[in-house]
């Protein structure tokens, strides 16, 4: 069996010199060069299955090397090899054609996986390529053959068809990485192709316990319920009905719900690289009439479904990371700055209300003082579990930073946002940690201020008058909450420090 061959392209002789051994290792034959020249003259020369491209590489970057391998059209896929986290460069490379963009100092499980992933994605579309030729050749075959001109020539229309429609979903789902669209995605196919009374993705891309359950039908609580009871268990997972994520689940009136499920079935597996992650079930009333051919067009499409929901997975992982606080888990300042410049111009343009509330832990140092960080980091993670529990699904809570938090109440009036903040102080106040003989009591004060008063005219005024009713709470005893009408907005504010 011929041997898997790496193009490595790297300046740093150490770096180079370390991947080449562990590469060779493992049975790869490695070529390594220094430079953008040596590079393509080995392009020039020999093709190899893959080439690893450091991005520092000078005069080739991983756009120049796209272009190289389309233009001399080499079959060859690519690596990136990144300095530093960056999502937006990283993704404007995957989309120019990158495989994977991976962070120094390389991870060689991630590296093996990332050369086992596009080795499979290169044999299947060398398969899709056999197929191709095998209609030509099927093609050449009829017009020899006149009498058998019509029947051919149907089946090989079936085939164009089929290799059509598989190329056609290929293209829609690498056009998004949003896993609702790639269900709905699925969903259109499906019904194309075999018309499902009820198609169910029951998927576990995430592994922490949840699964999510797609459906193109208004599904009934209880529906939802039997389905994962039925389903789950072929995930391996326990307390089924408990463990769905309801999100991704179609609610309505229930005299518009679906509420039995049709009797007759067929499930195929999500798989990506040898491990199922979910299930894709279509469900019909009278039982479907699936040929051979019909039912390996269904396991594509669950092949296909199962590669999309993935990838939009650890996008959504990448994303998270970028927008989220890692010690809380609340969206971080940077995403809330944006989206309250985003709700802010919704806000003004539709004449809405909006609601800005800043919340700040009391005398939070003198817990750092007494119980040290790492109580501290607890205190802060149970403050935004209270407020996450408090806030409705619309909200945006942050961490605005050290022990101050900030929710975004989009079309919210002052009078519904103090309702909140007070349910938050009293769930507070209920709250206690046990870090010693006597559990630890906390208090939080807060500052409310809404989009409908002259003063505000843009974002960083909500921010600023919020900010302000916070002080006024601190200075007026804490454990309170005050709103703009509590300032005397034209007097100077003092700029106080407070724990």
């Known amino acids: ?119 499979e994605n290169k044999e299947a579309f060398h398969e899709i390529l056999k197929l191709t030729y095998d209609l030509k050749a099927a093609n050449s075959e009829l017009k020899k053959n006149q009498e058998l001109l019509v029947k051919e020539q149907a089946a090989l229309n079936d085939k164009t068809k089929q290799v059509r429609f598989l190329y056609q979903l290929s293209t829609d789902l690498s056009s998004t990485l949003q896993s609702q669209a790639i269900f709905d995605l699925i969903s259109a196919a499906l019904t194309w192709l075999i018309k499902p009374n009820l198609s169910i993705i029951i998927s576990d891309f995430a592994s922490q316990g949840r699964v999510r359950l797609y459906a193109n039908r208004r599904l009934s609580p209880e529906l939802v319920r039997r389905l994962a009871d039925d389903l789950m268990p072929q995930l391996n997972k326990e307390q089924a009905s408990r463990a769905i994520d309801r999100r991704f689940t179609k609610t309505l009136k229930p005299d518009r719900q679906l509420t039995r499920c049709p009797s007759h079935r067929i499930v195929l597996p999500l798989v990506v690289a040898g491990d199922k992650y979910g299930l894709l079930v279509l469900y019909f009333y009278k039982e479907p009439e699936v040929d051979i051919d019909r039912m390996l067009l269904l396991e594509s499409v669950a092949l296909q479904a199962a590669q999309a929901l993935r990838n939009a997975h650890q996008h959504e992982v990448a994303v998270q990371m970028a927008t989220r606080d890692p010690l809380t888990g609340l969206f971080n300042r940077r995403a809330f ?146 709103t703009t009408q509590d300032l005397n907005i034209n007097s100077r504010i003092k700029e106080a420090s407070y724990a």
């Open 1 to 119: 069996m011929k041997k898997v061959s790496i193009l490595l392209v790297d300046p740093e002789n150490s770096h180079r010199d370390y991947l080449t051994m562990v590469l060779n290792s493992q049975g790869f034959e490695v070529f390594s060069v220094a430079g953008a020249d040596k590079a393509l003259n080995h392009l020039t020369n020999l093709v190899p299955d893959l080439i690893i491209l450091d991005e520092a590489v000078n005069g080739l970057t991983p756009d120049d090397l796209s272009r190289v391998l389309q233009a001399r059209n080499l079959d060859s896929f690519f690596i990136v090899m990144c300095r530093r986290s960056d999502l937006d460069k990283s993704m404007s490379w995957i989309m120019a054609g990158a495989l994977a963009c991976l962070h120094k100092p390389i991870q060689f499980d991630k590296l093996t996986q990332a050369i086992e992933t596009g080795l």
């Open 337 to 482: 700055e944006e989206n309250l410049q985003r709700e802010f111009k919704r806000v003004t343009r539709y004449r809405r209300p909006m609601s800005l509330l800043m919340i700040d832990l009391d005398h939070f140092k003198s817990v750092n003082d007494r119980f040290g960080h790492q109580i501290g980091d607890e205190v802060l993670k149970t403050v935004a579990g209270v407020i996450s529990k408090c806030t409705r699904e619309v909200d945006f809570p942050a961490r605005f930073g050290g022990e101050e938090f900030a929710v975004i109440l989009p079309d919210t009036s002052q009078e519904k946002a103090l309702l909140l903040a007070e349910r938050i102080r009293e769930k507070m106040k209920q709250t206690r940690l046990p870090v010693s003989e006597n559990p630890l009591k906390l208090t939080i004060s807060q500052g409310l201020a809404a989009s409908n008063i002259p003063l505000v005219r843009q974002a960083s005024d909500l921010v600023s008058l919020a900010d302000r009713a916070l002080y006024q709470a601190k200075e007026d005893g804490r454990n309170t909450i005050r």
